[in-house]
T-cell receptor, first 109, second 114 residues
């Protein structure tokens, strides 16, 4: 059974600190996505990673993909309160799309 | 563009009733996805369409669920009869052609079956 595992599931961090969220998956992947979801809201696309070694950055967030290790990371630099949300990685393989369990991030002032 | 539009935003119904959820994708997008989100199971892909044709419906939980896309600007997800375990947030998402399958999500429909 295909698995998309994120860790940590919950993350509380202080403003200004750096941290990394990990997304491990158990099969070869065509594409890897990162989404953000605010409480009670919909999902917002952050990054689309299409190839091994892909790195994308937007503001304080940077995502990378290592297809050989079946690992994607979402790195947060100098966190601010506005980044508090749940972050999902998602995997596309063949005709299927699988979402990770999500990482609930709380940035403390 | 207005983004993906879903209706209703909230639906409360009694067990056994038919429920129809509606979605209007972003104009020009060729892919449409239906997801269900619950605390227990997270986000699950139910079905998706390409150019109005169902591509994969392996995530549809059972025969009580059905989805249609009669044209490029409209899709429905129907549950008949509904059960309390169907209570969830149902998201519709659309994606343009091009191969990246980057998805743009609608606001969701929160369904409560009592």
């Amino acid at each position: 059974e295909l698995k998309v595992e994120q860790n940590p599931l919950f993350l509380s961090m202080q403003e200004g600190k750096n941290y990394t969220i990990y997304c491990n998956y158990s099969t070869t992947s065509d594409r890897l996505y990162w989404y953000r979801q605010d409480p009670g809201k919909s999902l917002e696309s952050l990054f689309v990673l299409l190839s091994n070694g892909a790195v994308k950055q937007e503001g304080r967030l940077m995502a990378s993909l290592d297809t050989k290790a079946r690992l994607s990371t979402l790195h947060i630099t100098a966190a601010v309160h506005d980044l508090s949300a749940t972050y999902f990685c998602a995997l596309n393989t063949g005709n299927q799309f699988y979402f990770g369990t999500g990482t609930s991030l709380t940035v403390i002032p | 563009d207005a983004g993906v539009i879903q209706s209703p935003r909230h639906e409360v119904t009694e067990m056994g009733q038919e429920v129809t959820l509606r979605c209007k994708p972003i104009s020009g997008h060729d892919y449409l996805f239906w997801y269900r989100q619950t605390m227990m199971r997270g986000l699950e892909l139910l079905i998706y369409f390409n150019n109005n044709v169902p591509i994969d419906d392996s995530g549809m939980p059972e025969d009580r669920f059905s989805a249609k896309m009669p044209n490029a600007s409209f899709s429905t997800l129907k549950i008949q009869p509904s059960e309390p375990r169907d209570s969830a947030v149902y998201f519709c998402a659309s994606s343009p052609q091009g191969g990246s399958y980057e998805q743009y999500f609608g606001p969701g429909t929160r369904l409560t079956v009592t």
